[in-house]
């Protein structure tokens, strides 16, 4: 593959991430933290910034080394990477935002096995250069934050009446109980890809 | 295709049963049993019956491609009826428009509309509505003739969760039992002297509106003999062994909203089997659920859920009790 690329395919390497592959809404990737911590903004936003930072140093650092990763154990060399970054970012979190870091729970080790970090690596880092990795990543990444950020905003102030734990409804507000909960998550997720889905249709 | 050309198979004899027709034959069934509810239960009644149907009806012209053509068919006016009919009178009207528009976007519309759903539309509003607002659900006021007030929250402002207008409520008879083993008189529950939902309370309508459907054909007489068999077999065992501990099937039958859930909610054609002995088997495993939940779950009444699960397991029923074609 050529390493000069014009600034225009950069650019429509960084946007599909945000829009047009974007990783929830149309690939469908990385389902699990966008089920279990979409429940609060602040949640959606930790989980959503710890993926961006793993997934830009992994990206990084597969495309950098990928003509010496032996193709035999390139999964596994993927995963050492990726875990390296997760660590720094569990204990990143641990240390600056202990709250959140508490609340995300099990969920910030399993940033490990999120496919979409996996399937960057695979399906574009290991192929490209590295500044165009490092773009795909930023827009996959970003992508990813937005998407969980938009679930999350709509699940708190739904099911707990407040954004980014400030009250926006006062006292009597009624929660709904079942937007905090699992299903609350699957039926976000699924109304807001309609919405998008419904959008492209238009454009097309 | 033209309205009046009608495709159908031989023999060609004029039997005027469209979907439409047996729709509103239900619609009729159950005004009885709305005139119980208003009965005991007065403007608060009305009030959440009329909030749950709007909700039906608008989301249905709402949502339908042909704008407004699937209204006719009676299906949206008989889910809004039959979510009224678990709700209790002091459920916030918003909260009751709200179950309206999910049972019928989420349980019917979604799902590419009537005839292609595979829960109850309303019981996918009532359970929606369980799991969102469980506390505003499971309060029941007390039928006290009081006609022309509203009820407990019934007033609440949307989104809020309202002052209620009075602080007497009471525990269903289900919950008394499971919770205080105090079993209420079978005389109260026949004739719906009880706490409850506006169509749980009086069983004894809903017997003759079952006897009535029954005889019309609408409703497969297979679902609630094998809901009720399912149900009465076992705690009549379990009563036997030790009838100081658990209820008796009686007051199994009366209490809740099983005769509601097995006369009206079981037997929609759309999400229950289609053959005889898929019926059966339908009817069996709601009634062993439903009893499992009563007598040893965590919650006092389980009729919804039992339903919900044995219309997943629909489609698995019918590909196992599929009939044999002739000459196999």
Redesign the interface.
């Known amino acids: 593959m050529s390493e000069q690329v014009s600034s225009g395919q950069n650019m429509a390497v960084f946007l599909k991430g945000l829009w047009e592959e974007n990783p929830i809404f149309v690939i469908v990737l990385g389902m699990c933290p966008t089920m279990a911590v979409t429940n609060t903004a602040i949640n959606s936003l930790a989980m959503g910034m710890s993926t961006l930072v793993v997934l830009l140093g992994s990206s990084t650092l597969v495309s950098l080394f990928r003509k010496v990763i032996p193709d035999q154990v390139r999964i596994t060399t993927y995963i050492v990477i990726i875990a390296t970054f997760v660590t720094v970012i569990d204990f990143l979190l641990a240390a600056l935002v202990p709250d959140v870091h508490k609340e995300l729970g099990a969920f910030i080790p399993l940033i490990v096995v999120n496919c979409l970090i996996l399937g960057r690596a695979e399906a574009f880092a290991a192929r490209n250069p590295v500044g165009l990795s490092f773009l795909d990543a930023l827009g996959m990444g970003l992508g990813f934050t937005l998407a969980l950020l938009s679930i999350g905003i709509i699940r708190e102030v739904l099911g707990s009446?407040s954004l980014f734990t400030i009250s926006l409804?006062g006292k009597?507000?009624?929660p709904?109980?079942?937007?905090v909960?699992p299903?609350g998550g699957f039926?976000t997720l699924g109304f807001l890809m309609l919405g998008v889905n419904r959008l492209k249709k238009k454009k097309a | 295709m033209s309205e009046r050309l009608s495709i159908s198979t031989s023999p060609f004899l004029h039997a005027p049963s469209t979907t439409p027709r047996i729709m509103w034959e239900v619609v009729f069934s159950l005004i009885p049993v709305f005139g119980a509810a208003f009965y005991y239960f007065g403007l608060s009644a009305v009030l959440v019956s009329l909030a749950a149907i709007a909700g039906c009806l608008i989301t249905e012209w709402w949502l339908d491609p042909r704008h407004g053509e699937a209204l006719k068919d009676g299906s949206a006016m008989i889910t809004g009826m039959l979510l009224a009919l678990c709700l209790p009178p002091g459920f916030?009207l918003w909260?009751s428009f709200l179950g309206g528009m999910v049972a019928i976007g989420?349980g019917k519309i979604i799902w590419g509309g009537l005839g292609q759903n595979i829960f109850n539309p309303a019981l996918v509003g009532r359970a929606?509505l369980q799991?969102?607002?469980?506390t505003?659900i499971t309060t029941w006021d007390l039928p006290d003739g009081r006609y022309l007030s509203p009820r407990g929250t019934n007033l609440?402002l949307p989104?809020?969760?309202?002052t209620p207008v009075d602080a007497v409520t009471t525990a269903t008879p289900l919950a008394k039992m499971k919770f205080d083993h105090d079993p209420t008189r079978l005389w109260d529950m026949l004739i719906g002297n009880t706490g409850g939902s506006l169509g749980e309370t009086c069983a004894l309508i809903l017997i003759l509106a079952g006897i009535y459907l029954i005889a019309r054909k609408i409703v497969n007489w297979r679902i609630p003999v094998a809901i009720l068999l399912a149900v009465v077999l076992p705690t009549l065992v379990l009563y036997l062994i030790d009838p100081q501990k658990y209820p008796s099937p009686a007051f199994m039958v009366l209490a809740g909203g099983l005769l509601l859930g097995a006369i009206y909610m079981a037997t929609d054609m759309v999400t229950s089997p289609l053959t005889p002995k898929g019926l059966w088997v339908f009817g069996i495993g709601i009634g062993i659920i439903v009893v499992l939940i009563r007598v040893w779950g965590g919650l006092p009444e389980g009729v919804m859920y039992a339903i919900l699960l044995m219309n997943a397991a629909t489609p698995l029923i019918n590909r196992a009790t599929r009939n044999r074609v002739y000459g196999h």
Request: proline share 12%; no cysteine.
């Open positions: 009446g409804f009597g507000f009624e709904w109980v079942i937007m909960l299903p039926l | 916030p909260m989420l929606f799991s969102a607002f469980p505003a609440a989104l809020w969760q309202g």
